[in-house]
């Protein structure tokens, strides 16, 4: 049973749009999100996080935003970039250790020139 | 160096032949955590280490899997007698402290079983 699901495998948009990417779990326990974008050949990378106190955190073209009571997060990318084009990992974490991160399948994005 | 740094980048197996896979944490995180990613899916925990001691190990998905820091900073995890389906990107993550913050990624071994 998949605690955290991405239900889009693959997403594409055009360049200079918005990117959104859903993110839906389970366990209720979940208490810190983070994004991760992962290419080809490399490991993934930390984009943006937020922790369940709050609702939206922003970093740039990057927001994420935390529906609690829908168990539901997403990110929303705007202006789409062609370098944005990767593997979006949503991830959670709870417990004592707080980071023994559950990952989403991931969505691949592509942002079309 | 300035990231986690994971080697070997690709190892090919022969079945039944055992491999260890090396992990250098980012210098001072007391956090490093081993994963495993299949063709297509997300990456699937498999333990963490606190330190030198192995906190949580209930990812592993057999007791041929077997992982150590003995000195709270390189990791080695070993697994042994391969099976075709341990075929898999193996990835490490380190951070700087538990809880409410991001763990950094190596670049991950490619494991082949053949």
């Known amino acids: 049973d998949q605690q955290v699901k991405q239900n889009s495998p693959s997403l594409s948009v055009q360049e200079g749009r918005i990117s959104i990417l859903n993110c839906d779990y389970t366990n209720s326990m979940f208490d810190y999100f983070l994004w991760y974008k992962k290419y080809p050949a490399e490991g993934p990378t930390f984009l943006i996080s937020?922790?369940?106190?709050?609702d939206k955190n922003e970093d740039g073209r990057f927001t994420v935003f935390l529906n609690k009571s829908a168990k539901h997060l997403s990110l929303h990318i705007v202006p789409s970039q062609p370098g944005d084009s990767a593997v979006y990992f949503c991830a959670a974490s709870a417990g004592d250790y707080g980071q023994n991160f559950v990952f989403g399948p991931g969505t691949r994005l592509s942002v079309l020139p | 160096g300035a990231g986690v740094s994971q080697s070997p980048r690709y190892k090919v197996a022969k079945r039944g032949q055992d491999v260890a896979l090396r992990c250098d944490p980012i210098?001072?995180?007391?956090?490093l955590f081993w994963y495993q990613q299949a063709l297509g899916q997300g990456p699937e925990f498999l333990t963490y280490f606190q330190n030198e001691a192995q906190l949580d190990k209930s990812g592993l998905p057999s007791d041929r899997f077997f992982a150590e820091r003995p000195e709270g900073s390189v990791s080695t995890l070993k697994i042994q007698r391969t099976q075709q389906e341990d075929s898999a990107v193996y990835l490490c993550?380190?951070?700087?402290?538990?809880?409410?913050?991001?763990?950094?990624f190596g670049q991950g071994t490619r494991l082949t079983v053949v």
């Open positions: 937020i922790s369940s106190i709050k």
């Open positions: 993550a380190s951070s700087l402290s538990r809880g409410g913050t991001e763990a950094f």
């Open positions: 210098s001072g995180h007391v956090s």
